[in-house]
């Protein structure tokens, strides 16, 4: 189990592990590009070079990239579609540069029509996108909070795309606070176990790649997407407590996305938290 935070690549994508090395991350999740927007630069050969040799030499990752917010491949309008696989396929290729793990990404909005009114085009627009993508490259689904016609908020949504995808490489992020904002009670071991019942039973824990390790300013099911720092929130530290102990988290890495004590992002604080809950319960790194 690795502790990692998204840092920011700003300047130079190699900076990134300079930057999760300076707040003792174990691990990075950084955009490649602006997420509120479509343009896009290939990461400089020497800079996706000095990215590996960094990572390596810190011993950071694994290393995932975060998608831009404006995918949306359930969308009526056809342009729109088609820049979000483009979007998608850059990404897929960036992540093979730097030698990440795989692509995280919102599945976005049905816009009212419902989960099954959108699950082939969605499914289809995927498999697009995988076609042209490096073979050794995750694809992610991260789950939302259930705010107003977000797909995925549902285990049973994400289970049902994996499985009309039906390709090795599309796994699954899990997001704590999107979690507990869409229902899913993370507060205590008997609740945990019991979401992560679900999970396996609707997704199954072997396509469980990452976690978005967040706190929830919104309650259970307030399904609204807004993170807050570790114990701060309204799942508090004995949620994170009882999800690291959970066996169905051991082997997988999580990544911070809290806003940190100083609205700078993830901080020293909120990672050693997060470790200190490891070590105490004698998690294995």
Avoid at 74 to 97: F, Q, T
């Amino acid at each position: 189990m690795r502790i990692g935070a998204h840092v920011s690549a700003a300047t130079s994508a190699d900076l990134a592990i300079d930057r999760a090395v300076g707040i003792g991350a174990e691990a990075v999740q950084v955009f490649a590009s602006p997420p509120q927007g479509w343009s896009f630069k290939p990461v400089d050969e020497k800079v996706a070079a000095d990215f590996k040799i960094k990572a390596r030499e810190h011993n950071i990752g694994p290393n995932v990239l975060h998608a831009i917010y404006l995918v949306s491949l359930g969308s009526d309008d056809e342009a729109l579609v088609n820049r979000g696989k483009g979007s998608l396929k850059k990404y897929m290729n960036a992540a093979r540069d730097i030698g990440a793990m795989g692509v995280i990404f919102h599945l976005g909005s049905h816009k009212g029509k419902g989960f099954e009114a959108v699950l082939d085009q969605v499914a289809s627009n995927i498999k697009d996108v995988l076609a042209e993508s490096p073979d050794d490259v995750l694809l992610m689904l991260e789950n939302s909070a259930g705010m107003g016609n977000h797909i995925g908020s549902k285990f049973s949504e994400l289970g049902t795309m994996m499985h009309e995808i039906d390709d090795p490489r599309v796994k699954v992020c899990l997001d704590t606070q999107h979690s507990f904002a869409a229902g899913y009670d993370l507060t205590t071991p008997e609740s945990v176990a019991n979401v992560m019942l679900e999970f396996d039973h609707e997704i199954g824990l072997q396509h469980l790649s990452a976690v978005h390790c967040n706190d929830s300013k919104p309650p259970l099911g307030g399904a609204v997407d807004r993170h807050e720092n570790i114990g701060e929130g309204q799942m508090g530290i004995s949620a994170f407590e009882a999800i690291i102990a959970n066996h169905a988290f051991k082997d997988v890495p999580f990544y911070l996305e809290v806003p940190g004590f100083e609205n700078k992002g993830p901080d020293v604080q909120n990672i050693e938290t997060v470790k200190e809950i490891r070590e105490r319960l004698g998690v294995p790194l």
